[in-house]
């Protein structure tokens, strides 16, 4: 079935039922596909070089009438498309740590689980408030260096809690999941005082690792749209492409550029969720 739109006096509102969760979707128009897999492209470009992207994918596809929680399954197929690309861009072009990439992306594993779960049950609206006032107080220490330099005892005990910070940022992922990339970005940049470059390394492999069963918790719940979630996800793995090649060229100064306006633009969107 396709999604069409029609504005009415008292806003916008999808002519036809959306699909049912878990089927195909139905066929969508041309102009749908078209509209999906160019917004995918810009949105994978973004999510590689700071995150964010699902701030414009999830609304973009409740306003093509899919409910909220179809729309955040369906968003999982892209980003997994997306993340698997960037980690392979990243690999040809020297750009690897899979040990750690892999030990980190395993703490997040339970709470993206979880996270999910909850998405599915609950509305995070305080949780997004709180976090969006957190982001605004972390955004300084995007500027500080190339590289920071952590606090003696943060250095000393770095790995650890970026596991550990791993772990509660899986819960979010899986809750939520947009906005993941920037405090992904922080939470490695701050704890493991390697550049910017390399933090971006890690956070394609970690959130292509956790979206896996939190696909798979969608699955089973009958939350996906298939030909939508590959449509988009042809986009994102294009424009995974180009991101990965910009953030390497680019190093640290276009990245910091990038992390810091997404970081800002999601806080004041968090905040203002109602």
């Not at 701030?55 to 892209?78: E, K, Y």
């Not at 395993?106 to 609206?125: E, K, N, S, W, Y």
């Not at 260096?145 to 970026?162: C, D, F, N, S, V």
């Not at 596991?163 to 906005?179: E, N, R, T």
């Amino acid at each position: 079935m396709a999604y069409h739109l029609t504005t009415m006096n008292v806003g916008v509102q999808p002519l036809m039922d959306p699909p049912q969760a878990g089927t195909d979707g139905g066929t969508m128009t041309l102009g749908q596909d078209a509209f999906l897999m160019g917004l995918g492209f810009f949105v994978g470009i973004l999510n590689v070089m700071a995150g964010g992207g699902s701030f414009l994918t999830l609304p973009a596809m409740i306003f093509m009438g899919m409910p909220p929680a179809l729309a955040n399954g369906t968003n999982r197929i892209a980003l997994l498309a997306q993340n698997v690309t960037s980690v392979s861009q990243f690999h040809h072009r020297g750009f690897s740590d899979f040990r750690l990439s892999f030990t980190l992306a395993l703490c997040t594993i339970p709470g993206a689980v979880a996270g999910a779960v909850a998405a599915i049950r609950f509305d995070p609206l305080w949780f997004k408030r709180i976090l969006a006032v957190l982001m605004i107080v972390m955004l300084p220490i995007l500027f500080k260096g190339r590289k920071m330099t952590p606090h003696p005892w943060i250095r000393e005990r770095g790995k650890l809690l970026a596991h550990l910070g791993a772990f509660v940022l899986g819960f979010y992922g899986g809750f939520v999941q947009a906005g993941t990339g920037p405090l992904l970005i922080m939470l490695l940049f701050t704890t493991l005082g390697i550049d910017l470059v390399r933090v971006n390394m890690h956070k394609v492999f970690i959130i292509g690792f956790y979206t896996i069963p939190a696909l798979a918790v969608f699955i089973l719940s009958g939350q996906v749209d298939w030909i939508a979630g590959l449509v988009l996800g042809a986009g994102n793995a294009a424009g995974a492409i180009v991101g990965t090649r910009m953030a390497i060229s680019g190093g640290d100064r276009l990245i910091r550029l990038f992390v810091a306006a997404a970081i800002f633009i999601m806080a004041v969107k968090l905040f203002l969720m109602r």
